[in-house]
């Protein structure tokens, strides 16, 4: 990522030329910070969640469960977010302007709120070509919750062609279809901000 649809590109190069819009200073800035998460963060965090999954689990410490947990989820989100801000500032040095993909997901107080904010580009993406398609919210509230899942479980398939990413995705769906459906039928319940973050940075995680 990011992914950019033919409308957000093509016009600008269209009208592009080696000078007109180029930020070179921000752009620099970006590509370090990118490369900065995946070199100093990732890379390094890995070698560690590496350590901690080679163990077996009779020889697994707490140490090692930690870090294989917090740790892997720290990285995916350095080494993905690092290429991405890479890949952004490129674009920026040529002058191309392309759509962020990363909004602090591990924010987020909701699984919705974090699919908002994660991979967005991807996320767009699906709603687009598949929930909208299937039907989007113009049908009725289990219809919707069907769209949900379907759209989920062939957004994990998009990420390899395997049954462990058809398990991530139904996992994911069946989150999202639960956060709205306690949103419709318990509107006034609401966890505190803090105990939503941290339930939903453990079930992303």
């Not at 800035?29 to 901690?52: C, E, P, R, T, Y």
């Not at 998009?158 to 069946?174: C, D, K, Q, S």
């Not at 966890?191 to 079930?203: G, K, Q, V």
Request: with cysteine; glycine share 8%.
């Amino acid at each position: 990522g990011p992914i950019v649809r033919p409308s957000q590109l093509l016009p600008q190069l269209k009208r592009w030329n080696s000078t007109a819009n180029t930020k070179f200073k921000f752009g620099i800035l970006l590509f370090a910070v990118g490369l900065f998460k995946k070199l100093v963060f990732a890379d390094s965090i890995a070698q560690f969640v590496n350590q901690a999954y080679s163990i077996s689990a009779s020889e697994l410490t707490i140490w090692s469960h930690l870090m294989a947990f917090y740790g892997f989820t720290l990285q995916i989100y350095c080494d993905f977010s690092g290429y991405t801000d890479m890949a952004l500032g490129l674009s920026w040095l040529l002058g191309i302007r392309l759509p962020g993909n990363f909004n602090s997901p591990y924010a987020s107080s909701s699984l919705i709120e974090f699919w908002r904010r994660w991979h967005i580009t991807l996320s767009s993406w699906l709603k687009d070509y598949l929930y909208i398609p299937l039907g989007g919210r113009g049908t009725s509230f289990l219809g919707q919750l069907k769209n949900v899942m379907i759209t989920m479980i062939l957004g994990g398939l998009w990420h390899g062609a395997n049954w462990t990413f058809v398990v991530w995705g139904l996992f994911h769906a069946i989150g999202i279809a639960t956060n709205h459906t306690l949103r419709r039928t318990l509107p006034q319940f609401k966890l505190p901000h803090w105990l939503a973050w941290l339930i939903t940075f453990h079930f992303v995680g």
